[in-house]
C-alpha cells in the first residue's frame, strides 16, 4: 500500500553551549537517522526508552521542531518545505495527542472551548451553533457527556481530560494523529479504555495512528506494526506478530523482556538491560548498543550495522542478521 507518511533519513541534533555567549561545543544526536513509512489507516508504534529520540521524532515531523535534515512527505507533500500558511492547513489532517493530559490542555479554558478552538482557527462549520452541535457530537464521540462543556480540564479525572485531548485532535478530521505517550501518565485500566477508544476512531475514520511508547507491553494491542528506537536510530521494525514472537534486536528481547508476566508459574528468562542508556551527545562507536549488548561479537564496537531487511517487512540493524542484501529503510 502506499504510503501517507513517509520519513526519510531523519536527523535532529541539538547544539551544546556550555554558556550564553560561548560556541557550540559539542552536539546532542536526539534523532539520527530515522526513516518511518506508515500506510493510511495504520498505526505504527514507535518505542524505546526515555532519550531515544521518539518524542523528538514525533515533533519534527509535525513541525513542532525544525529537523537538521531529512524528509517528512505526508500524503505526497514535503512537509519541511512548505511555508507557515501551507504548514497550517496542513496541520488540518496532522494532529497531535500530548502525554500529560494535564498540562496540555489550558486551565483556563472550558472544554467546549477547548474542543471547538481548532474549528474556530479553521473557519469549520457555518456558524457558532453549527460549531456548538459539532463539539456536542465530538465530546459524545469520546464518551463524555455533552452537558459537561462548560466546566474546566481540573473537573475531569486524567482518562476524562485525555478523552478531551482526543476529542480536540479528532474535530478536524485528520488522516494521521501523532499521539504521544497518550496513556503513559493513566491509570492501566483507565490506560485499555482510551486505546479501546483510539481503535473504535482508527476503524470508524480510518485515521493513522503513529503511537510513541516507552512501553511495548502498552503498544501489544494497537500497534500494527512497531519501530524500535535506540539512542536516536531505528534498531528494528516489523510487523506486531513478529516483534512480539520473534524479536531479533537484543534490544528489542530485553524490552520485551521487561515486561511483566501476571502468571508468576510462567517462568520466562530475563535479559536485564545493564545501566543506563549513553548520552546521545557521545553515542558509542559501531553498534550504539554495544556498552549494554549480551552478544556482542567483535565487529560491534567497530562498525555501524545497518538496518537490513531480515524477512520481508522485518527489518534489523545487528550484525547477528546480515540480511539477504537489502538496503537500508522501513
Ligand atoms: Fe549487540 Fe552487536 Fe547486534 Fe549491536 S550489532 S545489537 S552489539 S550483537
Redesign the pocket.
Known amino acids: 500500500m502506499s504510503a501517507l507518511l513517509e520519513v526519510g533519513d531523519l536527523k535532529k541534533h541539538f547544539p551544546i553551549r556550555r554558556g550564553m555567549l560561548s560556541g557550540v561545543s559539542g552536539w546532542v544526536r536526539a534523532v539520527d537517522g530515522v526513516s518511518l513509512r506508515i500506510a493510511p489507516g495504520e498505526t505504527l508504534a514507535l518505542v524505546g526508552e526515555s532519550g531515544s529520540g521518539k518524542t523528538t521524532t514525533g515533533r519534527c515531523i509535525l513541525r513542532l521542531l525544525e529537523p537538521t535534515s531529512g524528509s517528512v512527505v505526508f500524503d505526497g507533500v514535503d512537509l519541511l518545505a512548505l511555508k507557515p500558511r501551507a504548514m497550517r492547513r496542513m496541520r488540518r489532517q496532522v494532529q497531535v495527542i500530548f502525554q500529560d493530559p494535564y498540562g496540555s490542555l489550558n486551565p483556563r479554558m472550558r472544554v467546549g472551548t477547548i474542543v471547538r478552538e481548532p474549528l474556530d482557527i479553521h473557519r469549520i462549520g457555518a456558524s457558532r451553533r453549527e460549531r456548538d452541535d459539532m463539539v456536542a457530537a465530538l465530546l459524545r464521540r469520546v464518551g463524555l457527556d455533552p452537558s459537561m462543556k462548560d466546566r474546566y480540564p481540573h473537573e475531569f479525572s486524567g482518562g476524562q481530560r485525555q478523552r478531551i485531548g482526543v476529542a480536540r485532535a479528532l474535530a478536524l478530521k485528520p488522516r494521521l494523529i501523532v499521539a504521544d505517550e497518550p496513556v503513559s501518565a493513566l491509570d492501566v485500566s483507565v490506560q485499555a479504555q482510551v486505546i479501546n477508544l483510539l481503535m473504535d476512531l482508527q476503524d470508524e475514520f480510518g485515521i493513522a495512528y503513529l503511537f510513541i511508547a516507552h512501553d511495548l507491553a502498552v503498544v501489544e494491542r494497537i500497534a500494527d506494526r512497531v519501530a524500535v528506537m535506540y539512542l536516536g536510530r531505528i ?1 528494528e521494525v516489523g510487523t506486531r506478530e513478529e516483534i512480539f514472537r520473534n524479536p531479533l ?3 528489542t528481547r530485553a524490552l520485551l523482556q521487561a515486561i511483566p508476566i501476571p502468571d508468576p508459574t510462567r517462568a520466562r528468562e530475563r535479559a536485564v538491560l545493564r545501566g543506563d542508556p549513553p548520552s546521545p551527545a557521545q553515542p558509542p562507536p ?5 556498552t549494554r ?5 567483535e ?3 567497530r562498525v555501524e ?1 545497518p538496518l537490513l531487511e531480515v524477512t520481508p517487512g522485518h527489518w534489523v ?5 546480515p540480511g539477504p542484501g537489502g538496503a537500508s529503510g522501513g
Not at 559501531?286 to 554495544?290: A, K, N, P, T, V
Not at 549488548?293 to 561479537?297: E, G, K, R, T, W
Open positions: 534498531a534486536h537484543p534490544y559501531g553498534c550504539r548498543f554495544h549488548c549480551p552478544s556482542v561479537i565487529a560491534c564496537p550495522p540493524a545487528c550484525h547477528l542478521y
